[in-house]
């Protein structure tokens, strides 16, 4: 069971180029997070997903975008990369809502725009 | 606007003591709160959750909530340099997917 798992660890963008971060989980969740974390400062939520082919926004989802089309996978796009999206980015996931269930986190991509 | 209030710290405590971390919270109807360790540069692990008013105990692990006062703690006995994080306090109020919000965190150093 390797859990939640998210690649590249790390990455270079420069200043309006795209990428794709990965997020794979093998624990069969229904849901599943995409969130930032800016130094100094608690998670925010980007996106989320209740399922495969819904998902919907959180706190800051500007200048992203995700897909989900299968229960295992979530990408999380930036378009047009912006220094303000430098940030460690943590996807997440977890079986349900009920508020015993807690989430599991990934390790963590780290970007930096330039 | 949802908010988790928490000391950045650093928090200095010697090898041995209580470690005594705080948080409070704005929304009055917050049903559940989490206590996530998270050691630089990895990420958050879940560490203690509670969900009824009191204490409840794990290991050298104690949460304490207080739902009138809306504050939750987490307390850390015995206190070792493994102990030595950041730890972020998250507080679900329902409502959907987007219900936790996390606080910035209390950075916590056990010094030997």
């Known amino acids: 069971n390797a859990g939640v798992t998210q690649t590249p660890k790390f990455r270079i963008l420069k200043i309006g180029q795209s990428m794709t971060l990965q997020c794979t989980q093998d624990?069969?969740?229904?849901?599943m997070y995409w969130y930032r974390q800016d130094p100094g400062m608690g998670l925010k939520l980007i996106y989320y997903s209740v399922g495969a082919g819904i998902t919907d926004k959180g706190e800051v989802p500007n200048g992203y975008n995700v897909s989900r089309s299968t229960t295992e996978d979530f990408p999380l796009r930036l378009e047009l990369a912006a220094p303000s999206q430098t940030s460690v980015y943590f996807c997440a996931s977890s079986y349900s809502l009920d508020r015993w269930e807690t989430q599991y986190f990934g390790p963590g991509t780290r970007l930096l725009v330039l | 606007q949802k908010e988790v209030e928490q000391n950045s710290g650093p928090l200095s405590v010697p090898e041995g003591a209580i470690a005594s971390l705080n948080c409070t919270y704005s929304d009055r109807v917050s049903q559940s709160f989490f206590w996530y360790r998270q050691y630089s540069g990895k990420s958050p692990e879940l560490i203690m959750s509670i969900y009824s008013n009191g204490d409840k105990e794990d290991g050298r692990f104690t949460a304490q909530l207080n739902k009138a006062s809306q504050y939750v703690s987490l307390l850390i006995r015995d206190s070792q340099p493994s102990d030595s994080a950041t730890y972020l306090c998250a507080v679900y109020s329902g409502g959907g997917a987007d219900g936790l919000t996390f606080g910035k965190g209390t950075h916590l150093i056990i010094q030997p």
């Open positions: 624990m069969n969740h229904n849901y």
